[in-house]
C-alpha cells in the first residue's frame, strides 16, 4: 500500500492536455485539447485521483496575454473536462520570463513542491506527467514519479536523451491513463 492516502496525479499543459504551439498558447481559441486527453483526465477523476496542473506560462511575463486570458482558458479547459466527467482540481502557474529567475519555473520544483504541500501528498506515490525535460527534472528534483508523453514536445525530448532515472514513456494522456491505472490494479 502506498504511504499516502491522497491520489494525485500532476500534469503539464501544453502538449500533454493542450497541443502546443512554438507561438504559445495565447488565447481560448488556441487551446485546442489533444485527441483522448480530456478522456483520460476524466477516468483518472472517477479512478479517485485529483488532478493538478503545473505549466510555466512565461507569455504573462513577455506580455504575449495577461491574466484576464490565462484564466479564460483555464475556464475552457476546466469546462471541458468537466463535460466529459472528469475534473482538474488545481491550477498552478509560473508566469516569470527565465530572466526572473524565479523559484516556480520549470526545471525549478516550486510549484510542484506547493502541490505537495497543498495536497499532503507523498512525491514519491505521485507521477507527473510532462513533454518536455525541464517537466520531468522539476518532478525527479522532488522525488515525483516522472513520465514523459510523446505529444507536444515528447518526441524530441526522448530524441535529445539525457531523461531523469526512471523515466517511465508513453505515447499520450490517454496511454499514461490507462498504463497507470491497470499499474495500479496489480
Ligand atoms: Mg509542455
Ligand atoms: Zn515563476
Not at 80 to 87: F, P
Not at 111 to 136: H, N, Q, W, Y
Not at 158 to 174: C, F, K, N, Q, S
Request: aromatic letters at 6%.
Amino acid at each position: 500500500m502506498p504511504t499516502s492516502v491522497k491520489k494525485i496525479v500532476v500534469l503539464d499543459r501544453d502538449g500533454v492536455i493542450n497541443a502546443d504551439s512554438d507561438a504559445y498558447i495565447k488565447s481560448p481559441d488556441e487551446w485546442i485539447p489533444l485527441p483522448g486527453a480530456l478522456e483520460a483526465i476524466a477516468r483518472l477523476t472517477q479512478a479517485g485521483y485529483r488532478i493538478a496542473v503545473a505549466t510555466n506560462q512565461s507569455g504573462i511575463g513577455r506580455g504575449l496575454f495577461d491574466m484576464n486570458t490565462l484564466n479564460a482558458m483555464h475556464l475552457k479547459m476546466h469546462k471541458m473536462v468537466a463535460a466529459v466527467g472528469g475534473r482538474i482540481d488545481a491550477v498552478f502557474f509560473c508566469p516569470h520570463t527565465a530572466e526572473d529567475q524565479c523559484e516556480c519555473r520549470k526545471p525549478k520544483p516550486g510549484m510542484l513542491k506547493m502541490i505537495a504541500e497543498r495536497f499532503e501528498i507523498d512525491p514519491e506515490d505521485t507521477p507527473c506527467v510532462g513533454d518536455s525535460l525541464r517537466d520531468l527534472q522539476a518532478a525527479a528534483a522532488l522525488g515525483f514519479v516522472p513520465h514523459l508523453v510523446l505529444t507536444g514536445k515528447g518526441k524530441k525530448t526522448l530524441a535529445a536523451g539525457g531523461l531523469p532515472e526512471g523515466t517511465i514513456v508513453h505515447d499520450d494522456l490517454r496511454a499514461f491513463a490507462l498504463d497507470f491505472l491497470s499499474e495500479e490494479l496489480e
